[in-house]
């Protein structure tokens, strides 16, 4: 029997719904839901790090999985029936020449990699939770709006399972080649619509709701719960010690959301102590949250948000037709889903948000590649953010930091042959177009006669 529940997050409204119910929203005020236990009904542990048993348990395959090896936090399904193809097994490395980069003492920056999930990003994580529901209810056919890399992780899913259908919405353009490669190579029917990721999300909705489909965004509460297990696994990482700050890319703000949600539960549950700071970082060219949350004033406001700021803040951005624009494909959304999740997760966390330029995100993705982790562009914002609140001295530069790179460097290799080795030409029309003026990182390769002495002298 589970004792698992879905609750809206209204906290004037609090509506539960069945585990079973598809739902994205509250029937009865329309707020977001979260996924919620009857901790007092189910056996939690009294301490973290009794975790640490499953790490020999590795031959099941729900123990093997960097997400459901802490099922105890998330049972909202039996252990035997969630769905795993090996989510998780990521990497946290403390990373000194990045820490330099960005102005840290030594010993006190980490990189959580979470490009080492099988269809390449964060995703993965959430779609082991939300592919489990889907499975849960019966789903046939599941579906989701995507800058990339949603659609590769969905679609994956659904063709090593076999158990959905996925249709995948992106935007005209809008969708770098590496991730929709992998949508099309993993099988699924891919709709390719004239607008952005809002539009798509928009028209994914009410495809999903006219036609019965499965919708596996993050406004679905089963995907944010297989998101919480990135802090568990840095948690686990740092031997269950929270680090100061975590400092993750803001987009549509499901990770933000999960995260805040992770530490509102293991606080609860007496499982942690000090709550890590937060920090999200937009990408200039798609700041809404940044604009709303600085310039605006808006907050969780104990739940009582303001929202005739955000539908102002929109009226407007619709108005002067601003639309999202930014190198930083994965989070190139001016419509963010899970705005009032980021907002209580700010609040808990004591959050800041920040944005950065494309030239501080590009020569921060080539800093961190240089040492040893490619990361796309949107996962170089968590450092290039770093890097910023440092020099204003909202994070102090022996604050133990951890940064998540979201996606692997392969997702869209075009941002960084421009960036390296690119001509002058395709500088100007991949980079300079976005504002990215210079390349001070750029590792260019060196042309040379097919002679051996010619090449020998380089390599002196």
Same mark, same amino acid.
């Given at each position: 029997?589970?004792?698992?529940?879905?609750?809206?997050?209204?906290?004037?409204? /609090?509506?539960?719904?069945?585990?079973?119910?598809?739902?994205?929203?509250?029937?009865?005020?329309?707020?977001?839901?979260?996924?919620?236990?009857?901790?007092?009904?189910?056996?939690?542990?009294?301490?973290?790090?009794?975790?640490?048993?499953?790490?020999?348990?590795?031959? $099941?395959?729900?123990?093997?999985?960097?997400?459901?090896?802490?099922?105890?936090?998330?049972?909202?399904?039996?252990?035997?029936?969630?769905?795993?193809?090996?989510?998780?097994?990521?990497?946290?490395?403390?990373?000194?020449?990045? *820490?330099?980069?960005?102005?840290?003492?030594?010993?006190?920056?980490?990189?959580?990699?979470?490009?080492?999930?099988?269809?390449?990003?964060?995703?993965?994580?959430?779609?082991?939770?939300?592919?489990?529901?889907?499975?849960?209810?019966?789903?046939?056919?599941?579906?989701?709006?995507?800058?990339?890399?949603?659609?590769?992780?969905? *679609?994956?899913?659904?063709?090593?399972?076999?158990?959905?259908?996925?249709?995948?919405?992106?935007?005209?353009?809008?969708?770098?080649?590496? =991730?929709?490669?992998?949508?099309?190579?993993?099988?699924?029917?891919?709709?390719? @619509?004239?607008?952005?990721?809002?539009?798509?999300?928009?028209?994914?909705? +009410?495809?999903? /709701?006219?036609?019965? $489909?499965?919708?596996?965004?993050?406004?679905?509460?089963?995907?944010?719960?297989? /998101?919480?297990?990135?802090?568990?696994?840095?948690?686990?990482?740092?031997?269950?010690?929270?680090?100061?700050?975590?400092?993750?890319?803001?987009?549509?703000?499901?990770?933000?959301?999960?995260?805040?949600?992770?530490? $509102?539960?293991?606080?609860?549950?007496?499982?942690?102590? =000090? @709550?890590?700071?937060?920090?999200?970082?937009?990408?200039?060219?798609?700041?809404?949250?940044?604009?709303?949350?600085?310039?605006?004033?808006?907050?969780?406001?104990?739940?009582?948000?303001?929202?005739?700021?955000?539908?102002?803040?929109?009226?407007?951005?619709?108005?002067?037709?601003?639309?999202?624009?930014?190198?930083?494909?994965?989070?190139? @959304?001016?419509?963010?889903?899970?705005?009032?999740?980021?907002?209580?997760?700010?609040?808990?966390?004591?959050?800041?948000?920040? =944005?950065?330029?494309?030239? +501080?995100?590009?020569?921060? =993705?080539? /800093?961190?590649?240089?040492?040893?982790?490619?990361?796309?562009?949107?996962?170089?914002?968590?450092?290039?953010?770093?890097?910023?609140?440092?020099?204003?001295?909202?994070?102090?530069?022996?604050?133990?930091?951890?940064?998540?790179?979201?996606?692997?460097?392969?997702?869209?290799?075009?941002?960084?042959?421009?960036?390296?080795?690119?001509?002058?030409?395709?500088?100007?029309?991949?980079?300079?177009?976005?504002?990215?003026?210079?390349?001070?990182?750029?590792?260019?390769?060196?042309?040379?006669?097919?002679?051996? +002495?010619?090449?020998?002298?380089?390599?002196?």
């Amino acid at each position: 029997m589970t004792h698992a529940f879905q609750r809206c997050i209204n906290p004037n409204c /609090q509506a539960t719904y069945d585990v079973r119910q598809v739902l994205c929203r509250c029937e009865r005020c329309g707020s977001l839901l979260d996924v919620d236990y009857e901790w007092d009904k189910l056996e939690t542990p009294s301490k973290l790090s009794y975790f640490e048993k499953f790490w020999t348990e590795r031959y $099941i395959p729900q123990r093997f999985s960097g997400v459901w090896r802490f099922h105890e936090l998330l049972p909202f399904a039996p252990l035997e029936e969630c769905v795993t193809v090996g989510e998780g097994q990521t990497i946290l490395r403390e990373s000194p020449c990045v *820490a330099n980069y960005v102005g840290k003492s030594a010993g006190t920056l980490y990189l959580q990699y979470e490009g080492l999930n099988p269809s390449g990003s964060f995703k993965d994580n959430g779609m082991a939770a939300g592919t489990t529901h889907g499975r849960l209810v019966g789903a046939r056919q599941a579906a989701c709006a995507s800058t990339g890399n949603t659609s590769a992780s969905l *679609a994956m899913y659904c063709g090593a399972t076999q158990l959905m259908k996925a249709v995948v919405f992106v935007g005209s353009g809008k969708i770098a080649f590496g =991730k929709l490669s992998q949508a099309l190579d993993y099988g699924a029917r891919t709709i390719q @619509i004239a607008g952005d990721f809002d539009d798509a999300m928009a028209r994914v909705q +009410e495809a999903s /709701q006219r036609k019965g $489909i499965y919708l596996l965004n993050s406004l679905n509460p089963f995907r944010l719960e297989g /998101q919480k297990t990135i802090m568990l696994r840095v948690l686990e990482a740092l031997r269950w010690q929270a680090p100061d700050w975590i400092v993750v890319p803001g987009g549509n703000l499901g990770n933000s959301s999960s995260f805040g949600k992770a530490f $509102i539960e293991l606080h609860k549950l007496g499982l942690l102590q =000090k @709550i890590p700071r937060l920090a999200v970082v937009n990408a200039a060219g798609a700041d809404t949250l940044y604009r709303l949350y600085n310039q605006e004033g808006l907050r969780w406001n104990q739940g009582q948000i303001d929202q005739t700021v955000i539908d102002a803040f929109y009226t407007q951005m619709d108005k002067e037709n601003r639309r999202a624009n930014t190198l930083a494909s994965a989070i190139e @959304i001016n419509r963010p889903v899970n705005l009032t999740k980021c907002l209580r997760a700010l609040d808990f966390c004591n959050g800041v948000v920040t =944005k950065v330029t494309e030239q +501080e995100i590009v020569d921060a =993705k080539a /800093q961190i590649a240089a040492n040893g982790f490619g990361c796309e562009p949107a996962s170089a914002a968590s450092v290039a953010g770093t890097k910023k609140l440092v020099e204003e001295g909202v994070i102090d530069k022996d604050a133990r930091v951890v940064c998540i790179l979201t996606g692997h460097q392969l997702k869209d290799p075009n941002v960084t042959v421009a960036y390296h080795s690119g001509s002058a030409e395709e500088f100007a029309a991949k980079l300079g177009a976005r504002g990215v003026q210079n390349a001070p990182y750029a590792n260019n390769p060196v042309q040379v006669a097919n002679d051996i +002495e010619q090449i020998l002298d380089l390599m002196q």
